[in-house]
C-alpha cells in the first residue's frame, strides 16, 4: 500500500484543526467547571485536566525549542494574573 507524502499546506491544516479542538475542549471543561462551582460541587477534577493539557503542551515546546520571548512574556502575565484571581476569590470565600 503506497501513502501519498502529505504536503505543508496539510500539515497546517491538521495542526489549526488540533489547536481549534483544543480551545473547544479547554473552554468546555473550563465552562463546566464553573457550572458545578456555582452548584456548590468540586471542580478540581476538571482544573487540574486544564492544567496538566497546558503543562505538556508547555512541555512539549520547551524541549522543541519552539519558545519564543513574546510567548513567555504572555505566559508569565497569563500566570500573574490567574494567581492574583484566585487570590482575590479565595480572599473574598474566606469572609
Known sequence: MVL?????????????ADRLSFLVLAYGVLAIAAWRAFNGDAT??????????GGVGLVYRLRKG??????SLVAALTVIA?????ALVAVELAR
Open 4 to 16: 501519498n507524502p502529505r504536503d505543508e499546506r496539510e500539515t497546517a491544516i491538521d495542526h489549526a
Open 44 to 53: 478540581w477534577d476538571l482544573l487540574g485536566l486544564v492544567i496538566a493539557a
Open 66 to 71: 519552539a519558545v519564543t520571548r513574546t510567548w
Open 82 to 86: 490567574a494567581i492574583i484571581i484566585a
